[in-house]
Nanobody, 121 residues
């Protein structure tokens, strides 16, 4: 059974930074694409960032240039470095796992429990 455990959420003032981590278990992490999604109150979940097994990345338009996704296969962990945070980044952030080496939307498979990020303006 795949488990995704996020950490690093919290409260920060606008313009500040946070780093989220997600550690996976129960999966062959090195063959899985991974990602981060978020859901703000009253809005649908959206893809924020994804990373393939060979390090290719994709970002949502709203976070390009501010967020960076990375992975450490030896620790079965992905990270989301979030800089220049804005109040509109306030949301629950979810770690996601794809049953593919590439981040095809149809291959999205497992979700973490989510971690709250609150940005105060």
């Amino acid at each position: 059974q795949v488990q995704l455990v996020e950490s690093g959420g919290g409260w920060v003032q606008a313009g500040g930074s946070l780093r989220l981590s997600c550690t996976a278990s129960g999966t062959k992490f090195y063959i899985d694409a991974m990602g981060w999604h978020r859901q703000a109150p009253g809005k649908q979940r959206e893809l924020i960032a994804a990373i393939s097994t060979d390090g290719n990345t994709k970002y949502g338009d709203s976070v390009k240039g501010r967020f960076t996704i990375s992975r450490d296969n030896s620790k079965q962990t992905i990270y989301l470095q979030m800089d220049n945070l804005k109040s509109e980044d306030t949301a629950v952030y979810y770690c996601t796992q794809y049953r593919s080496s590439w981040y095809h939307p149809s291959a999205l498979d497992n979700w973490g429990q989510g971690t709250q990020v609150t940005v105060s303006s």
